[in-house]
Nanobody
Framework: QVQLVESGGGLVQAGGSLRLSCAAS????????MAWFRQVPGKEREFVCA???????YYADSVKGRFTISRDNAKNTVYLQMNSLKPEDTAVYRC????????????????????WGQGTQVTVSS
């Protein structure tokens, strides 16, 4: 069983930055694919980015160049650095974990993730 706890959300003005953290416990963190998703009420959960156990990272086009996912396997923590924030980035951000084979590239689909955090609210004001 893996438990995920996010922190770092809040209110920021457009153009500002935030860093989210997701602390994991319970299993071998380094072997897991870790991802961030976000959701706005009334809309589907949206893939933001993923960090694979290989070290590769993947981003949605909407955040590419502005967001950076990183992980510290010694601390069992994954981070999301968000820069140049826009009002449309406003959402509840949730981290997720899944064991995916290196040849499995389905990390952008929420359905492949077994473990989820409770979410942290990010609000970007214009």
């Amino acid at each position: 069983q893996v438990q995920l706890v996010e922190s770092g959300g809040g209110l920021v003005q457009a153009g500002g930055s935030l860093r989210l953290s997701c602390a994991a416990s319970g299993r071998t963190f380094s072997r897991f694919a870790m991802a961030w998703f976000r959701q706005v009420p009334g809309k589907e959960r949206e893939f933001v980015c993923a960090s694979r156990s290989t070290g590769n990272t993947y981003y949605a086009d909407s955040v590419k160049g502005r967001f950076t996912i990183s992980r510290d396997n010694a601390k069992n923590t994954v981070y999301l650095q968000m820069n140049s924030l826009k009002p449309e980035d406003t959402a509840v951000y949730r981290c997720a974990a899944a064991w995916l084979p290196n040849t499995d590239y389905t990390h952008q689909f929420a359905g492949v993730y077994d473990y989820w955090g409770q979410g942290t609210q990010v609000t970007v004001s214009s």
